[in-house]
């Protein structure tokens, strides 16, 4: 069993209260160090729980707060440019239903939930450096304020500083060749299909939407952009601007997804950032430093997975950390989520090569789409991703810890 009694988790936004919710269940007191001085309310646009996801908070008691909160999603109906349905993809049977909930609402949620177990969360502790002192890690923060816990836990995104600390030499995010938009509008009179996303692969660019109860359809864009951008430099051209790029893009495309943007205001406008990943991280953890969500493993937004595997993690690092020593706890963590984890970036990879098809490549993933979804993507396939159970009765031993083989990844893009 290990030592641990204190630890600092670092980063306050989906990963760090799930994480500080498992660490109190096998009696780690955690304190959760957010670098923002206030709450994240109102900010983000949409994301997904999978019923992996589900599972995860379901071992917590903590999975009926997100239900609270989300829009079940059972369904994904895929549409061609020229309105044409590709296929349908439905949530494997016999597990809990797909939510599609806003950020800002399930950042609420969970921050509500972990305060409501006595978590503490303290804003403004912006980490800049950390240092191994004997039996401990002590944390420096921008405010000349300190702290010290027996172990520190990175879970601030995918530009993790705790990773730099982990890792110097760790790499950059990986651009994914698409700029993400969304937000919410007024319904322009589409009827509500029962909790079906329709993803789009228009002859230009990918669209999707969710036509809600309330009125409402909830809608992102992924805009092909060979060159990398930033979040900053996109948020510096207008409003404006980016709504009539959008418009342009599917003025050709036989979709609702024209009628949606005229709706579209220009407050209403999310310029969510470029689409980006982290296809592997050579080092997870250094000492009484680990990395847990994103700060690990940043799958880009087309997986559906981001929240999902960030909720898995914090909780089987809780279950190492409860059976192993600090040193093979981590080992055990990581040969536990590595091969997943990449698994699912590289099949997000894919994905958004096809969301930016060019005209030829475009014309053969229309005409093949079917055959795949037909047999590939049939639910009982992606049983390996969504019935994903987290057994946390079950002993973690030595065993796992020793066979951990690490990767050598290629640096770089």
């Given at each position: 069993m290990t030592d641990v009694r204190t630890a600092l988790v670092i980063g306050g936004?989906?990963?760090?209260?799930?994480?500080?919710?498992?660490?109190?269940?096998?009696?780690?007191?955690?304190?959760?160090?957010?670098?923002?001085?206030?709450?994240?309310?109102?900010?983000?646009?949409?994301?997904?729980?999978?019923?992996?996801?589900?599972?995860?908070?379901?071992?917590?008691?903590?999975?009926?707060?997100?239900r609270a909160v989300g829009i079940p999603t059972p369904r994904i109906v895929l549409q061609s440019g020229?309105?044409?349905?590709?296929?349908?993809?439905?949530?494997?049977?016999?597990?809990?239903?797909?939510?599609?909930?806003?950020?800002?609402?399930?950042?609420?949620?969970?921050?509500?939930?972990a305060t409501g177990r006595a978590v503490r969360v303290e804003h403004g502790r912006r980490l800049v450096s950390a240092e191994e002192t004997g039996d401990g890690v002590t944390a420096h923060?921008?405010?000349?304020?300190?702290?010290?816990?027996?172990?520190?836990?990175?879970a601030d995104g995918i530009r993790s500083t705790v990773r730099s600390l982990v890792d110097p030499d760790a790499p950059e995010p990986r651009y994914g060749g698409l700029l993400n938009f969304g937000g919410w509008t007024a319904n322009p009179g589409l009827a509500a299909p029962g909790g079906a996303w329709h993803m789009v692969f228009g002859r230009r660019a990918f669209f999707g939407y969710l036509v809600q109860?309330?009125?409402?359809?909830?809608?992102?864009?992924?805009?092909?952009?060979?060159?990398?951008?930033?979040?900053?430099?996109?948020?510096a051209t207008p409003p404006r601007e980016w709504l009539r790029r959008l418009r342009?893009?599917?003025?050709?495309?036989?979709?609702?997804?024209?009628?949606?943007?005229?709706?579209?205001?220009?407050?209403?406008?999310?310029?969510?950032?470029?689409?980006?990943?982290?296809?592997?991280?050579?080092?997870?953890?250094?000492?009484?430093?680990?990395?847990?969500?994103?700060a690990a493993h940043a799958t880009s937004p087309s997986s559906g997975q981001g929240a999902s595997l960030a909720i898995e993690s914090a909780v089987e690092l809780a279950r190492c950390l409860r059976d192993l020593p600090v040193a093979e706890?981590?080992?055990?963590?990581?040969?536990?989520?590595?091969a997943r984890v990449?698994?699912?970036?590289?099949?997000?990879a894919r994905t958004n090569s096809n969301k930016a098809a060019g005209p030829v490549a475009r014309v053969l993933r229309d005409l093949l789409l079917p055959v795949v979804l037909k047999h590939m993507l049939k639910p009982e396939k992606q049983t390996w991703l969504y019935a994903h159970r987290i057994d946390w009765d079950a002993p973690v031993t030595a065993d796992v810890a020793s066979a951990v083989r690490f990767v050598t990844p290629t640096r770089g893009h």
């Open positions: 936004g989906i990963a760090g209260p799930v994480t500080a919710m498992a660490l109190q269940r096998i009696g780690v007191e955690a304190t959760v160090c957010e670098a923002y001085d206030s709450t994240a309310d109102g900010v983000g646009a949409a994301l997904t729980i999978a019923p992996n996801g589900l599972n995860a908070l379901r071992v917590l008691d903590a999975d009926e707060a997100v020229t309105g044409k349905v590709l296929g349908e993809v439905d949530d494997p049977p016999g597990l809990p239903t797909s939510l599609t909930v806003s950020r800002a609402d399930l950042y609420r949620a969970l921050h509500e939930e923060f921008a405010d000349g304020s300190t702290a010290r816990a027996d172990i520190l836990i990175g109860d309330d009125g409402r359809v909830m809608w992102f864009s992924n805009l092909p952009s060979r060159d990398p951008v930033t979040r900053a430099q996109m948020q342009e893009t599917y003025a050709d495309d036989d979709t609702p997804a024209t009628r949606i943007l005229q709706r579209v205001s220009e407050e209403e406008l999310l310029i969510v950032g470029p689409v980006e990943d982290m296809p592997t991280v050579p080092r997870w953890h250094r000492g009484r430093i680990v990395l847990v969500g994103d706890a981590f080992d055990a963590y990581e040969g536990l989520r590595r990449e698994r699912v970036i590289a099949n997000a």
